[in-house]
């Protein structure tokens, strides 16, 4: 996931306990990039996440699904 901030910025993931992996978790200003990594999905259900890039007083997220 690319994106622009003005300021210093941090992640919050909710939902991806043991299955999702993020990095970096924090950074600055500027051009940055998200790298995601999901281990397979062993079971017959769907599972999400919620990522939130948070920079300031704001914040953007996207959700991320697994399965069905």
Do not use: Y
């Amino acid at each position: 996931i690319k994106f622009r901030s003005s300021r210093d910025w941090h992640i919050d993931v909710s939902g991806g306990e043991g299955w999702l992996e993020v990095s970096p978790t924090e950074g600055s200003a500027g051009l940055s990039m998200l790298k995601l990594k999901a281990e397979k999905n062993e079971s017959s259900g769907k599972r999400t996440a919620v990522i939130t890039v948070i920079s300031g007083e704001e914040s953007l997220s996207v959700t991320v699904g697994q399965g069905d």
